[in-house]
């Protein structure tokens, strides 16, 4: 997903939940699973090549490592810089695989239905037909020859490449709104789960390290 929409859904989620400057930390940790020594060969940071196993493994040791900078050594920022990088899994997830597709299809296609209403996809390996799109360098660089690469998205690349099946912005047509919408969820979501882990381990105090806004 553009930088753009990861910050807009980010912002969107915590809004009222956390102080600007934890918000300024969590995302700039997303923004740099951006960066090339996260892009390549790092399929389960992005959800891509349907990696979903190893994505959900990958989110669970971030939120690991947030519930233990808090907790054992009240690390609030090493706690924000983890979260982040969780979120931009996360969001991905949405930008990067069919769910909007299927969820769209389930539910009476785009006619009889609206982004407000998707639901997150809360367990990837229960979803039959659910796909991510395999990244390649080659697929990626052709499509950005000037003239050559609308062609070459169209007749070279593979249906299940990431080109031909990212929702990263508005461009990519109606279903775009349908991540955006199932991301902000879910990034809502991954923060009452990182909350509520938070007050079991060590009670409400704990919650302070954290986030300035929540009780």
Excluded at 12 to 18: K, S
Excluded at 43 to 48: G, R, S, Y
Excluded at 56 to 79: F, G, H, N, P, V
Excluded at 107 to 127: F, K, M, S, T, W
């Amino acid at each position: 997903m553009d930088a753009r929409y990861h910050v807009e859904i980010t912002r969107q989620a915590l809004a009222g939940r956390m102080d600007e400057i934890g918000l300024q930390v969590i995302v700039r940790a997303n923004l740099r699973q951006d960066r090339l020594a996260t892009l390549l060969g790092h399929p389960e940071i992005h959800f891509d090549a349907s990696a979903f196993a190893a994505g959900e493994a990958y989110i669970a040791e971030q939120r690991r490592l947030a519930l233990s900078a808090l907790i054992d050594r009240e690390d609030r920022l090493a706690a924000l810089m983890a979260f982040g990088r969780l979120l931009h899994g996360r969001q991905d997830f949405y930008a990067h695989s069919n769910w909007a597709a299927l969820w769209v299809e389930a539910h009476g296609g785009l006619e009889r239905c609206g982004p407000e209403q998707i639901e997150p996809c809360l367990n990837p390996l229960a979803v039959k037909g659910l796909i991510s799109g395999a990244g390649s360098a080659l697929h990626f660089l052709a499509c950005r020859v000037p003239l050559y690469g609308r062609w070459h998205r169209r007749h070279l690349t593979p249906a299940d490449d990431h080109e031909i099946m990212n929702l990263d912005h508005p461009g990519r047509g109606p279903l775009f709104p349908f991540a955006m919408a199932a991301a902000v969820k879910h990034s809502r979501l991954e923060l009452e789960i990182l909350l509520s882990q938070l007050v079991q381990a060590d009670g409400n105090s704990v919650l302070r390290h954290f986030s300035s806004r929540s009780s």
